[in-house]
C-alpha cells in the first residue's frame, strides 16, 4: 500500500484528487496539508511515501517545501502537481529533488500512473513539459552537483565527486584530510541519501550529473 500525502491550498482540489487517488486499492491518501509548515509536520508524523506537491502555498513554495522535505526525509518522493508548466518551474522542481512534474487538470488515469510510477522509484512528467528537460539534464553536465543532490550536505557532495572520480575510502580520506571511520560515515549516507542501493549505482548517478570529469 502506497502512503500518499496531499499538500495544496484550495480545498475543492484536495478533495477531488483524493477521491481520485481513494479509488485505487494500493494507495492511501494518510491526510493533507495546505501550507508549507503544516506539511512539513504532518510529513513527519504519518510518513507518507509520496507527496503530491502544489508549487504555490500561502506561506511559501513548493519548490522549498519539496527541499526542505526531502532534506529532512530523503526517502519521500515528491510528485509536483500545478498550474504551472514554465520553464523555470521545471527546473526548480527538479532541482528541489522531485521526482514527476504533472499539470493540474490530468486525466485520472494519468495521474495514478504517475503517482504508481513515483512511488515504485521512477520519474514521470506530463507531456506539456516532458520535452523541456533535456535542455535541464544537457546542462547538467557542467554542473557540480549541487544543484543535481540539493539533499547532501557540502562534505557529502565532495564525498560523491571523489567517488565519481574514481577514489577508494583510503584516498577520499588522504584527499579530505578525515579518517577512514568518518569516510565510511560519509559514504553510508549518502547513499541513503540518493537511495542507491550501492556505491556503483552512486558514482553513476554522479557521473550522469557531470560530476567527476575533474
Given at each position: 500500500m502506497t502512503r500518499i500525502l496531499l499538500v495544496d491550498d484550495h480545498p475543492l482540489f484536495l478533495d477531488g484528487v483524493r477521491a481520485a487517488l481513494m479509488g485505487d486499492p494500493d494507495l492511501d491518501v494518510v491526510g493533507t496539508a495546505e501550507d508549507l509548515v503544516t506539511a512539513l509536520e504532518r510529513?513527519?508524523?504519518?510518513?507518507?511515501?509520496?507527496?503530491?506537491?502544489?508549487?504555490?502555498?500561502?506561506?511559501?513554495?513548493?519548490?522549498?517545501?519539496?527541499?526542505?522535505?526531502?532534506?529532512?526525509?530523503?526517502?519521500?518522493?515528491?510528485?509536483?502537481?500545478?498550474?504551472?508548466?514554465?520553464?523555470?518551474?521545471?527546473?526548480?522542481?527538479?532541482?528541489?529533488?522531485?521526482?514527476?512534474?504533472?499539470?493540474?487538470?490530468?486525466?485520472?488515469?494519468?495521474?495514478?500512473?504517475?503517482?504508481r510510477t513515483v512511488a515504485a522509484g521512477g520519474a514521470v512528467f506530463s507531456p506539456t513539459v516532458a520535452d523541456r528537460l533535456g535542455g535541464f539534464f544537457s546542462g547538467m553536465s557542467a554542473q557540480s552537483g549541487r544543484e543535481a543532490f540539493p539533499q547532501l550536505t557540502e562534505r557529502e557532495r565532495e564525498v560523491l565527486e571523489l567517488l565519481a572520480q574514481g577514489y577508494d575510502n583510503r584516498g577520499i580520506?588522504?584527499?579530505?584530510?578525515?579518517?577512514?571511520?568518518?569516510?565510511?560515515?560519509?559514504?553510508?549516507?549518502?547513499?541513503?541519501?540518493?537511495?542507491?542501493?550501492?556505491?556503483?549505482?552512486?558514482?553513476?548517478?554522479?557521473?550522469?550529473?557531470?560530476?567527476?570529469?575533474?
Amino acid at each position: 500500500m502506497t502512503r500518499i500525502l496531499l499538500v495544496d491550498d484550495h480545498p475543492l482540489f484536495l478533495d477531488g484528487v483524493r477521491a481520485a487517488l481513494m479509488g485505487d486499492p494500493d494507495l492511501d491518501v494518510v491526510g493533507t496539508a495546505e501550507d508549507l509548515v503544516t506539511a512539513l509536520e504532518r510529513a513527519a508524523v504519518l510518513r507518507p511515501d509520496v507527496v503530491l506537491m502544489d508549487l504555490n502555498l500561502p506561506d511559501g513554495s513548493g519548490i522549498d517545501a519539496t527541499r526542505e522535505l526531502l532534506a529532512l526525509h530523503p526517502s519521500i518522493r515528491v510528485l509536483v502537481m500545478t498550474m504551472s508548466a514554465d520553464d523555470d518551474a521545471v527546473v526548480a522542481a527538479m532541482r528541489a529533488g522531485a521526482r514527476g512534474y504533472v499539470v493540474k487538470g490530468v486525466g485520472r488515469l494519468d495521474l495514478l500512473h504517475a503517482v504508481r510510477t513515483v512511488a515504485a522509484g521512477g520519474a514521470v512528467f506530463s507531456p506539456t513539459v516532458a520535452d523541456r528537460l533535456g535542455g535541464f539534464f544537457s546542462g547538467m553536465s557542467a554542473q557540480s552537483g549541487r544543484e543535481a543532490f540539493p539533499q547532501l550536505t557540502e562534505r557529502e557532495r565532495e564525498v560523491l565527486e571523489l567517488l565519481a572520480q574514481g577514489y577508494d575510502n583510503r584516498g577520499i580520506a588522504r584527499e579530505l584530510f578525515l579518517s577512514d571511520k568518518t569516510v565510511r560515515n560519509h559514504v553510508s549516507n549518502v547513499l541513503a541519501r540518493l537511495e542507491a542501493p550501492d556505491r556503483a549505482a552512486a558514482i553513476l548517478r554522479a557521473r550522469r550529473a557531470g560530476m567527476g570529469q575533474a
